[in-house]
């Protein structure tokens, strides 16, 4: 399964001027690195949790269907399928009928038989595009992850020499495990 995000949301969970309150920022001179540790926060807890924060289309290339008829999809919840596009021997891609179709919140559930199915081509005979995320608003984003992200920004931006450093996937505070640890994907 190759997965590759086609758009990114449209906004961050956490609003610039809400981002400088909580850092008791008053001025602009800072707004330029407070908006980068914004989008890395996000990033940042969308790699640990495997969650979309907020709405992103993502697309899942198969080879074929799996044989327990559940597609697991990378990123999570998931908030609709946008399309799937089977491709034949030919190259030529046909589109499958979504109705038929069961969601879940990480995956989708295949019918017995998928109707409008080409014979596939050997590789990447399917993809699969959704859109992900807790919603399209920052107030759909669960309140504990705001937190965390507020709290994973704080560190950075005072402990800025650090993460240049250490890279930031490697420093975060104490307590912002706690924060995401519902929101973790256990894989088994």
């Known amino acids: 399964m190759i997965s590759y995000l086609l758009a990114g949301p449209a906004q961050e969970p ?8 909580f850092l008791k920022v008053d001025d602009a001179a800072e707004d330029g690195l407070i908006t980068t540790l914004i989008g890395a926060a996000r990033l940042h807890i969308e790699g640990v949790t495997g969650r979309a924060l907020l709405a992103q289309d993502w697309r899942v290339v198969l080879d074929a269907w799996p044989d327990n008829r559940h597609v697991r999809l990378p990123v999570g919840p998931l908030l609709n399928v946008i399309a799937i596009k089977a491709y034949d021997d030919a190259g030529a891609g046909h589109a499958v009928p979504l109705a038929q179709f069961l969601r879940e919140p990480e995956a989708l559930v295949l019918p017995a038989a998928v109707a409008g199915m080409p014979a596939l081509r050997e590789r990447q005979g399917l993809e ?28 950075w931006f005072e402990h800025r020499d650090a993460v240049i450093v250490a890279g930031s996937g490697a420093v975060v505070p104490s307590g912002f495990d706690r924060l995401v640890a519902g929101y973790r994907r256990v894989r088994l």
């Open 14 to 21: 956490v609003a610039l001027a809400e981002a400088k309150a």
């Open 128 to 155: 699969i595009d959704y859109r992900a995320g807790f919603g399209t608003d920052a107030d759909d984003v669960p309140q504990d992850i705001r937190q965390a992200l507020l709290v994973l920004l704080g560190y």
